[in-house]
């Protein structure tokens, strides 16, 4: 079989690589590394190639039907996770030697019997094994999950925010078919704010949801094909700022969380000025100064803004977005857009780094997997959407007929794209804030319902999208 050989080149090849580097060799043993240490471009596609033929053969070597059987119980394995994650299970076993399960039953408040099926089944997806009956010891896979707080981050977020929320989309979409606004996801639906308010206007009243979803945001941008450093590599196919920090240009990161892909930015580009706008408690939670180099913490400056009201900041050279738009269905992204329009000079970038969604196919399997289910982690969250490139180029027409759209940018290896605009506004349609100097107003507050009103333009498959949307952006998110 092809695959069968695939497997067995591939698997050559990337153990003798690691044999010739002397790096240890892929173990589910407790001590071996959590993660595969940067490989050369070869060797990386030839692990690459080991996932995806596997995963096809396991496929094949089931048959269609029962395929199709046991991947709708996929959710079970969530699950388990979810509740070995929330229990704190991994934090209990010790890392050294195995401990009972009568004893580790001891220390939690999950009766033996879930506590060991959990367990169990965790232990199928490479989390604890069972040296002897009854007696549980760490994998490196557990191991990583017990020791790395962004990793326990992102599981509980994902098992215990997104799961009952894409539980509840069938339900949602049934409602409100057309999916689109923010107070009518799956996540709405499963956590009872139907029409009341937006996912993250739910996790700006609790702080430790927020910081939970936070430093999940941290692993997933720590994780292979996410890394900040694939934007900053321009040999790399990453975006090359040189000539705006060249003369000591300006970009605002819209959204930009508590500073850090902003930071990496002004480590790189030592002219260029920095301003990361947030909602209120983003910011306050940045560190503070924001970097231990104070020729970069000097650039990077922290700023309230709620991008539902106009841009505050006139006149910079570029805006960026990253990990925004993703956030929101049409109308709502359209109003970004156009809240950003009246601070644009002739020449201003807008910059959106995101998925761009290839035709079906065109990954390579497992990239396709990943964001496959991204675009529908969207949909349960948000009633958003991953992008196509001509959607972006639609969405970018249906703002301003000022944009023009300069394409859509991909850095080797990496999973995010770099969608780019230039406004480039006929004569008669220039605003005099849009030409001057920087003017960093104060931060712009919404204290309530908004209405994103968005000219008809198609969405995904084809289907048209609500023109009107309604969301409440509360000064408290
Ligand atoms: C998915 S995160 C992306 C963060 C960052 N850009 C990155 O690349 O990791 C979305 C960010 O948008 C912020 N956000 C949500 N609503 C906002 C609003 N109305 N105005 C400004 N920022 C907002 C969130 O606080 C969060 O930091």
Sequence with gaps: MALAQTITEETKKLEAYLRANNLPLPSFDVDSPADYPKLPADIAKSRNAIIVATKELALLAHGPRESVRWAVWEFLDVLALQLINHFGIAKLVPLTHPIPLSTLSTLTRLDPINLARALRLVMTKGLFHEPEPNLIAHTAASRALAEDADL???????????????????????????????????????????????????????????????????????????????????????????????????LVDVGGSIGFVAVEMARQYRNMQFVVQDLPKTVESAPRPVDADEQVAGRVRLMAHDFWGEQ??????????????????????????????????????????????????????????????????????????????????????????????????????????????????????????????????PAAGSDGEETATAAPISGAGGNEVATTATTRVAGDS
Aim: proline fraction near 5%.
């Design 152 to 250: 326990e981050a992102w599981v509980g977020f994902n098992a215990d925010d997104i799961f009952p929320a894409a539980a509840h989309v069938l339900e949602a979409i049934t409602a409100y078919p057309e999916a689109t606004s923010l107070t009518r996801s799956g996540f709405c639906f499963a956590f009872d704010t139907v029409d009341k308010e937006p996912m993250f206007v739910t996790f700006g009243k609790d702080a430790n949801r927020a910081r939970r979803m936070g430093k999940a945001m941290v692993s997933l941008t720590g994780g292979e094909g996410y890394e900040v450093s694939y934007l900053l590599d321009v040999e790399g196919g990453g975006y090359d700022f040189g000539e705006v920090d060249k003369r000591g240009g300006t």
């Design 312 to 441: 505050s900041v006139k006149g910079a050279d570029v805006y960026f977005f990253r990990w925004i738009l993703h956030n929101y269905s049409t109308p709502y992204a359209l109003r970004i857009l156009k809240n950003t329009i009246p601070a644009l000079k002739p020449g201003a970038r807008i910059i959106i780094n995101d998925h761009c969604l290839r035709e079906s196919g065109a990954e390579n399997p497992w990239d396709e997997i990943v964001m496959r289910r991204m675009d529908v982690v969207m949909l349960a969250l948000l009633n958003a959407q991953e992008r196509t490139e001509v959607e972006y180029r639609e969405l970018f027409r249906a703002a301003s007929e000022n944009f023009v759209f300069l394409g859509v940018t991909r850095p080797k290896g990496c999973r995010m794209s770099i969608i780019e605009a230039v406004w480039q506004p006929k004569e008669e349609d220039e605003t005099p804030t849009a030409s001057g100097e920087i003017t960093p107003g």
